[in-house]
């Protein structure tokens, strides 16, 4: 019996693991789920899977989740500590899939335990991926990554020499508004921007996809994760979402990973790694699928890039800024309070106030500072919102 626990149950990724878990209840014994405000939905999968413990992220919430419980003999707890308790419960494999910055502190929890950290939480990269990495190693646990493009990569590189890489390329769909002409890109909507042509994912993420704030992220992520230097790493616009990532190697070979948009696929390597099983994930027909696209990203359309190669280039804390930043911008396009193209201008505007603030992304990666650029970093946005608001 493989021992597991899911942060971030709840969500998209959450769902789709548990999906996988289920299917083979024999298999897993499941320690622990946490969510955030969807109650109802986590105690029902605690039920349903035996948990040792369900856990909300909201201390307000705790006696609806006890309710909700009752009767079980699922443990129900709440709020931060309790997040942290459950990621020092003795588990084989975790999956991080809390969406933002809030994931760091459980996964960093989780690997100071040892076991396998299944990592759909890119954040954690971006954020401390040095600080991550390091603990990881300290501990003997392992991560694996669960962003389709990394999990591609992981693939690609099975058996090779990570210095025999010349390249790694990770394509894009190019998200919600690929194909809009510019211009119409200031006025699009939360609701244009939050469904996705390829991939069904959490709101958030899928927003990200539109303004490539994702690929941002997981070009970034790359870099910590693999160890590569920033200008090894390419991205592509591929709308088919069908070739994931493509591994560049000295002879001039490219291992390509193709497969369905389905995250089961990327997550359920994650969970039988070493090994191959069975996945209920569609079987591509080619011949059907006949043509491949590939295309150049436009610079003009997807500042985010751009941004991301200035944080690998500025390194330390700064990737903490960069997604404390967008997750703030983020936050007000949802609430309506700035439009689709203005996230990008804030982020740049708090990476380069906050780059010149003497000794802060300099500083040493910890979870302390991170919290504290973190929390800088959204007042900054708070008040660069506010600045061009008046
Ligand atoms: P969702 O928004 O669907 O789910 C997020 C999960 O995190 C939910 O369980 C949510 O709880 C919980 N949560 C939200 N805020 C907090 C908080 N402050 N503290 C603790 N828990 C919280 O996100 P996704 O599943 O789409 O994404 C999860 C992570 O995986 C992200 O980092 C994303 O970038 C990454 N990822 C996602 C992919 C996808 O296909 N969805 C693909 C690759 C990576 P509740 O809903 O109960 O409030």
């Known amino acids: 019996m493989k021992r597991v626990t899911v942060f971030g149950s709840t969500g998209s990724i959450g769902q789709n693991t548990l999906d996988l878990i289920a299917r083979a209840p024999h298999d897993y014994d499941v320690v622990a789920l946490t969510g955030?405000?969807?109650?109802?939905?986590?105690?029902?999968?605690?039920?349903?899977?035996?948990?040792?413990?369900?856990?909300?992220?909201?201390?307000?919430?705790?006696?609806?989740?006890?309710?909700?419980l009752a009767g079980s003999g699922v443990a129900a707890a709440a709020g931060q500590a309790a997040l942290i308790e459950a990621a020092a419960r003795p588990a084989d494999w975790t999956m991080s899939a809390i969406v933002g910055a809030a994931g760091l502190a459980p996964g960093m929890e989780a690997l100071k335990h040892g076991g396998t950290l299944a990592l759909a939480n890119k954040e954690?990269?971006?954020?401390?991926?040095?600080?991550?990495?390091a603990t990881a190693a300290r501990h003997g646990a392992r991560i694996l990554p669960v962003d389709s493009e990394h999990s591609a990569i992981f693939q690609a590189l099975?058996?090779?020499?990570?210095?025999?890489?010349?390249?790694?390329?990770?394509?894009?769909?190019?998200?919600?508004?690929?194909?809009?002409?510019?211009?119409?890109?200031?006025g699009a909507t939360l609701a244009e921007a939050s469904s996705h042509p390829?991939?069904?994912?959490?709101?958030?993420?899928?927003?990200?996809?539109?303004?490539?704030?994702?690929?941002?992220?997981?070009?970034?992520?790359?870099?910590?994760?693999?160890?590569?230097?920033?200008?090894?790493?390419?991205?592509?616009?591929?709308?088919?979402?069908l070739v994931h990532?493509?591994?560049?190697?000295?002879?001039?070979?490219?291992?390509?990973?193709?497969?369905?948009?389905?995250?089961?696929?990327?997550?359920?390597?994650?969970?039988?790694?070493?090994?191959?099983?069975?996945?209920?994930?569609?079987?591509?027909?080619?011949?059907?699928?006949?043509?491949?696209?590939?295309?150049?990203?436009?610079?003009?359309?997807?500042?985010?890039?751009?941004?991301?190669?200035?944080?690998?280039?500025?390194?330390?804390?700064?990737?903490?800024?960069?997604?404390?930043?967008?997750?703030?911008?983020?936050?007000?396009?949802?609430?309506?309070?700035?439009?689709?193209?203005?996230?990008?201008?804030v982020v740049e505007d708090v990476l380069t106030r906050m780059s010149s603030e003497s000794g802060l992304i300099d500083a040493e990666i910890t979870l302390d500072t991170v919290a504290h650029v973190d929390h800088l970093a959204r007042i900054r946005a708070d008040e660069a919102m506010q600045a061009k608001a008046g």
């Not at 959490?202 to 704030?213: K, L, Y």
């Not at 493509?246 to 090994?275: C, K, N, Q, T």
């Not at 436009?298 to 404390?324: I, K, T, W």
């Not at 983020?330 to 990008?344: E, N, Y």
């Open 158 to 186: 099975a058996g090779e020499d990570i210095a025999a890489v010349e390249r790694i390329i990770i394509t894009a769909s190019g998200g919600a508004f690929r194909d809009w002409p510019l211009e119409r890109l200031a």
């Open 198 to 241: 390829n991939w069904d994912m959490g709101q958030r993420i899928t927003i990200d996809s539109a303004s490539m704030f994702n690929k941002a992220l997981e070009v970034i992520e790359t870099r910590e994760f693999f160890g590569v230097y920033p200008d090894q790493i390419e991205v592509i616009l591929h709308p088919e979402s």
């Open 245 to 345: 990532a493509l591994v560049g190697f000295r002879d001039g070979a490219l291992m390509a990973h193709v497969g369905a948009s389905d995250m089961r696929h990327a997550i359920g390597y994650a969970l039988h790694w070493p090994e191959r099983r069975d996945l209920p994930v569609a079987r591509l027909d080619l011949a059907a699928i006949g043509t491949l696209n590939f295309r150049a990203p436009d610079p003009a359309r997807y500042p985010a890039l751009r941004l991301a190669r200035d944080v690998m280039q500025r390194g330390g804390l700064s990737g903490a800024v960069f997604n404390a930043a967008k997750e703030r911008a983020l936050d007000a396009f949802i609430a309506g309070r700035i439009g689709f193209l203005d996230m990008a201008g």
């Open 36 to 68: 955030g405000r969807n109650i109802a939905r986590l105690a029902a999968d605690a039920r349903r899977l035996g948990a040792q413990v369900a856990v909300t992220a909201h201390d307000d919430l705790l006696e609806d989740l006890r309710a909700a």
């Open 124 to 133: 954690s990269l971006v954020t401390a991926g040095p600080l991550l990495m």
